[in-house]
């Protein structure tokens, strides 16, 4: 008796886990602007969403973990290449934080953060990359990243081109 509740409220703790955390499933919504042409992606900080803007009106949405208090950054730039299953190196702030983390974690590793893919940017060492850890989707939480689940990025990969301008605000 006492084995079958423990499983029952192991099994409601995993769905609450589990409905906590951002959800993967890009949304067609409404924009009010047509301060971006078709094709860019907007990047929301303090709402940690993405949009792909569409035409005057419609975009796609995607939840986002977006960087961390002290190392976020906003303005334009474009996306500058694009990978499936990433390896990984990295930055020097990251290594100097964590000195015991490996200097590259190949591709499709679970310790690898980029996820199943990776779009870098032509500014800094950022990149617009899925995640390993899709809980943090949704918070506060890169060296300045933008960070996706897995199945969103996925989808933003095959919709956009090397070139896309990507836009950041706070």
């Not at 964590?98 to 779009?119: C, E, F, T």
């Amino acid at each position: 008796m006492s084995l079958r509740i423990a499983v029952a409220a192991a099994t409601i703790g995993i769905g609450l886990l589990a409905t906590s955390t951002a959800q993967a499933r890009p949304e067609m919504v409404g924009v009010k602007s047509s301060e971006y042409s078709p094709g860019t992606i907007v990047v929301k900080t303090s709402e940690r969403r993405l949009y792909l803007i569409l035409d005057d009106g419609h975009a796609v949405r995607y939840p986002v973990g977006v960087g961390k208090y002290g190392k976020q950054w906003s303005g334009t730039t474009r996306i500058s290449g694009k990978y499936r299953n990433p390896a990984w190196a990295p930055p020097a702030e990251v290594k100097h934080d964590k000195p015991n983390i490996p200097d590259l974690i190949p591709g499709g590793s679970p310790r690898n953060p980029m996820g199943v893919a990776a779009m870098t940017l032509a500014v800094g060492e950022y990149a617009i990359h899925g995640t390993n850890m899709p809980g943090s989707v949704g918070g506060f939480v890169s060296y300045g990243c933008i960070r996706m689940l897995n199945p969103d990025i996925t989808d933003l990969y095959e919709r956009v081109s090397i070139g896309t301008t990507v836009v950041v605000t706070r």
